[in-house]
Every structure is written in structure tokens, then in C-alpha cells.
């Protein structure tokens, strides 16, 4: 039976966390994410949980002890966020290397400098290519159902996921959402029973070996290959998740797309925004859509099979590549495009850097250059900073 709650992103993260009782949760404090351990640390405390929770002296040492704690056969989660997660950055290469199963949540935020604490998604574009698979939540409810979701998704495909929600938008937000019961949890994610692991008494293995040319080459294919396989793994996940609680992910999320002319391409808490933007747009008769991806990686390049029917697209991102020319999303999606030798006129807006908000009038700006270029079909610039009216 469903459970009526009132919690901020940050309380729905923590409460599925409690729900799956990891073995292990190691955690250092960094705002906005913070609350996490937090809360967390509370339900240690009051027996709620069995979790060893570990407080450590970096974010460095959080996912240094995630790792031997996975690496020694045990489910495990952290958290963090902006520049714990830089910290992390050696670390995350070994998780994934490792083919390690195990959970980060991080509620994004700027990176200095200079010095800011609001959101934009800087940190975790910055770690894409790390070999983390990559979930991307709305809101609360998706935040919580994707924490969730990602303990089962980890376990399967053998890669480390990292669960992305908007920091403060999201995080300290409440909002009105749906909890499963505890049962449906346990039943849902199972027992983990690792296929390896350090403290197997009947088999020695060796962990993170030295790897000379051939055979690190090997490994890093092996990677990228199950990083190409997740993709089922998280659709077969989804579904399996959609039947019990009535919930249904994608890949990524569609909206008015169906006569679409205009559409954006948004992550996270923005595609909210947008959404509303396009019921007010569709009552003036303006035929605007969105696309939201739930999954960044692995890259779902079959969002290019639901844009071939618009005239003029809006690709947003909340950080920058600071290549001179766009920004992450940007540019792996329209290498998409170009590989499926599919030419619509495209246009990058970099939006929110360093917490900047984003308003229905400045989607409706967006969607304004949109009907121009699909009239015109000229694109006067490729990218754009939007929201620097000043």
C-alpha cells in the first residue's frame, strides 16, 4: 500500500536509503547534501537501521572506504555534492574500473571558483566519463524512486550509479510524494549476493591489479561495453518498478512531442518549468515540446528517433564545457544527431550557472528564437547564455 508524505528531496533520499539498509554508508558533510548523512546518522542511531555508518575526514576517504567496502562484498551508498565530488575524482575512476556495484547520490551544485553554493550541474558533467551510469530526477518522488531503483541497477550491470538532483531546488525543497511500503523495498531490491568479492573464504581474487597495455585496454572495452549493456538493465529495472508501484521510467521522458514543431531538451528540475511553459505556448497554438532525459549515462542516442519531425530544437544546459564552442549536452546529443544523419537546426542555451533563475518568460524567450530559426532556417549564433538580461 502507497504512502502519503510531505519531504524534501533530501528526507526521500534519506527515507529510501533507510528502506534499503545498505550494509555501508560512508559519508563527509558538503551542503547541499549534507542532510543526507544526516538524517541517515539518526536512523543509525535509533536502530531503524543495521547500516555501518562510517564518518570519514574527506570525500576522498568517503569513496575510498565505499570502495573497500563493496570491493569486500557488502551494498553500499554515499553522498555528496560541487566539490566533494571533484575530491572524489580519482577514487570514481577506481569504482567503476573495478566494476564495483555501488550507490552515490549527488545533489548538484556549482564548482568554484569563485566560491558558489547553488546549483548548476557542473559537478556531475564534470565526472561524465568516470564510468558512473547516470540518473537525473525532476523532483522528489523521482529522486526517491530512482534512489531506489539504483541499488537493483548497480547490482546488474556491475557499474556504480549516481543519482543527480538539483541542489536546494530539489534538495531542501518539500514536496507532496508517494513512498513504498518498507516490504515492497526489500522484496523489490532482493539480497545482494556478490558474484566476487575480497572476503570469499572459497575463492581468491585480486582487486585494481596492475594492468600493462593490452589488458588495460581489454578492461576499459569491457567497461564501455557494459555501460552500452546498462541500457536494457535499467529498462528491465524500470519496469519491474512501474509494475509494482504504477510509476513508469524511460530512458527519457516525453512531452507534447507527439505534432511537436519546437522542442527543448532540458535535465532536472528545469524540465518542470518547461513543462509549463509548453501548456501556456500550446494554448496560443504554438506547437512546443520537451524532452527530458532521465539517463545521461548511458547516453540514450535513440532520443534522436522522437526529434526527426521538428523544425527547430533547444538543447539547455546548466554548466558549461568551457570548450569555446557548448556545453555537455549539447554536444553529445547533436553527435547523435549527426550519426543518425538526422539536420535539425539546433541551438545551445546555457542557462542557471551558479544558481541563476530560470522563468517561464525565459523559456518563452527560448521558444521565441525557436519559431524564428524554423521560419528562417538560419541560425544566427549556436550558443547562447540565457538569463544575463543585464
Known sequence: MA????????????????QINPDVVAA??????????????????????????????????????????????????????SQGLALMFEMLYIASGMRLPLTLICGNRALSAPLNIHNDHSDSMGVRDAGFIQLYCENN???????????????????????CYDGFITSHSVENITLMENDEVKN????????????????NISMGPLALQKDYFKARVELAEAMRKAKDIILDVSEEFHKITGRKYDLYEKYMMDDAEL???????????????????RKKGIKASVIKPRVFRPLPCDITNDLKHLKALAIMDKCDSI????????????SAMYTASLNVPTVNYIYGLGGCDVKETDI????????????TKKIDNVTHYLGLND
Open 141 to 163: 518522488q523521482e529522486a526517491y524512486d530512482n534512489t531506489i531503483m539504483a541499488i537493483k541497477i548497480t547490482e546488474k550491470a556491475k557499474i556504480p550509479v549516481m543519482v
Open 28 to 81: 563527509y558533510p558538503i551542503t547541499p547534501s549534507t542532510e543526507i548523512p544526516q538524517y541517515f546518522s539518526n536512523f543509525v542511531a535509533n536502530g531503524s537501521v543495521t547500516t555501518e555508518f562510517i564518518p570519514v575526514e574527506s570525500e576522498h576517504s568517503a569513496m575510498s572506504a565505499t570502495i573497500g567496502a563493496a570491493a569486500s562484498g557488502g551494498r553500499v551508498m554515499s553522498a555528496t555534492s
Open 263 to 281: 522542442g527543448i531538451i532540458v535535465l532536472n528540475s528545469t524540465a518542470g518549468t518547461v513543462k509549463d511553459t509548453v501548456d501556456k505556448l
Open 323 to 334: 570548450n569555446g564552442f557548448s556545453a555537455p549536452l549539447f554536444s553529445e546529443i547533436t
Open 364 to 375: 518563452e524567450e527560448v521558444y521565441k528564437n525557436l519559431e524564428n530559426i524554423a521560419k
Open 3 to 18: 504512502i502519503r508524505e510531505r519531504l524534501s528531496g533530501n528526507e526521500a533520499v534519506a527515507t529510501a536509503m533507510k
Open 188 to 203: 523489490f531490491i532482493g539480497n545482494y549476493t556478490p558474484s566476487e568479492y575480497l572476503l570469499d573464504e572459497k575463492r
